[in-house]
C-alpha cells in the first residue's frame, strides 16, 4: 500500500518552489502526511558578493538565523495555516537533503528541477540529479513550475512507465493506488527497441509487431491481475520520447516510474533523468 506519512520539501525561495507548493499540499492532504520544508545554507565560497544574505561577511550563526527568517516568512506566505515543521540545515544541499531523508524515514522528497530559457528542457540541476541518485525513498519532481497551477488543479490522468521486468512492480501499484485514490485515468506506456538499439536487419515491420504484441499481452496480464481498467500505449523508440509523448497525448497530470539502479525501465542513469527533463508534468520515481 502507497503511503507518504512524511514529505520533505526543500526549498531555495525561487519561483519553482512556490510554483511545488500547491503539489505538496494536495498529495499531504491526499496522505494526512506530516511535511518538512528544508532550506539548506551553504558554505560560503568564492566572492562575498556572489554569495547569499552577504555571505562570507556573516558568520555560520548569522546565516543560519537569515535562513531562519526567510524560511519562515516563506512558510507563512506560501502555506499559511497548513501545518509543517520548518528546518534549516547547513553544508551541501545534496547530501543535506539525502541526508535528513534517512534520519526522518522520509517517505516522499518533493523538489522542482530547472532549466533556463530554451535550454530549459535539456538542464537537469544538480541537486535534483544527486537527491535522484542518492535517496533511497520516492522522490516527486517537476520541470515546469515556474508558474503556479491554478488552485483547483487535480490528478485526473496517470501514465504509468514500466519495463516489463519484476522492477515494474512497485511503480506500477503505485500508479494503480494513485489513479483510484484520484479516480484518475490511468495509462501503462513501454518503449519497445527502435532501429538504433538493435540490428535494423532484424526491425523490420513483422518483428517490431511482434514485440508491441508480446508487451501488450503482458500489460494485459498485469492489469487482469489487478482488477483495474486502465489504457495501454505502446510504441518503438527512445524511453524518453515515448513517455513524454504518451504524456502529452493523454494529458497527464502525473508520470509515474521506476529508477531502481538494476536493469530495466528504471536505469537511473539512463532513461530517469531524460525522462523528468522532457515530461510535460510531475514525475514520482521509485
Not at 521486468?165 to 485514490?181: E, G, L, M, N, R
Amino acid at each position: 500500500m502507497l503511503s507518504f506519512k512524511t514529505i520533505l520539501f526543500p526549498v531555495d525561495f525561487s519561483e519553482r518552489c512556490r510554483g511545488a507548493v500547491h503539489h505538496v499540499r494536495a498529495i499531504a492532504t491526499r496522505f494526512q502526511s506530516k511535511v518538512i520544508v528544508l532550506n539548506v545554507v551553504e558554505t560560503p565560497t568564492g566572492y562575498p558578493g556572489d554569495l547569499d544574505f552577504g555571505a562570507l561577511a556573516m558568520g555560520p550563526e548569522d546565516r543560519h538565523a537569515a535562513a531562519q527568517t526567510l524560511l519562515e516568512k516563506f512558510v507563512a506566505e506560501e502555506f499559511s495555516s497548513f501545518p509543517v515543521e520548518v528546518r534549516v540545515e547547513a553544508g551541501d544541499p545534496a547530501t543535506a537533503i539525502t541526508w535528513l531523508a534517512q534520519q526522518e524515514h522520509i517517505d516522499l522528497i518533493m523538489m522542482p528541477t530547472h532549466g533556463y530559457g530554451s535550454f530549459r528542457r535539456f538542464i537537469l540541476g544538480s541537486v535534483t540529479a544527486k537527491v535522484l541518485h542518492d535517496a533511497q525513498c520516492a522522490v516527486w519532481t517537476g520541470v515546469h513550475l515556474d508558474n503556479p497551477p491554478p488552485p483547483d488543479a487535480s490528478v485526473e490522468s496517470v501514465v504509468c512507465a514500466i519495463d516489463l521486468t519484476d522492477a515494474s512492480c512497485p511503480p506500477f501499484k503505485a500508479a494503480v493506488q494513485i489513479a483510484q485514490d484520484h479516480l484518475a485515468d490511468l495509462t501503462i506506456t513501454h518503449a519497445v527497441p527502435g532501429t538504433d538499439a538493435i540490428p535494423e536487419r532484424l526491425m523490420d515491420v513483422e518483428f517490431r509487431q511482434h514485440l508491441i504484441g508480446e508487451a501488450q499481452a503482458r500489460i494485459e496480464s498485469m492489469l487482469a491481475g489487478s482488477g483495474v481498467t486502465a489504457s495501454i500505449c505502446i510504441e518503438s523508440g527512445d524511453v524518453h520520447k515515448v513517455v513524454s509523448g504518451c504524456a502529452r497525448a493523454h494529458r497527464a497530470d502525473l508520470v509515474v516510474i521506476g529508477r531502481a539502479r538494476h536493469n530495466g525501465y528504471g536505469r537511473l542513469r539512463t532513461h530517469s533523468y531524460a525522462i523528468i527533463r522532457e515530461s510535460p508534468c510531475p514525475v514520482i520515481s521509485l
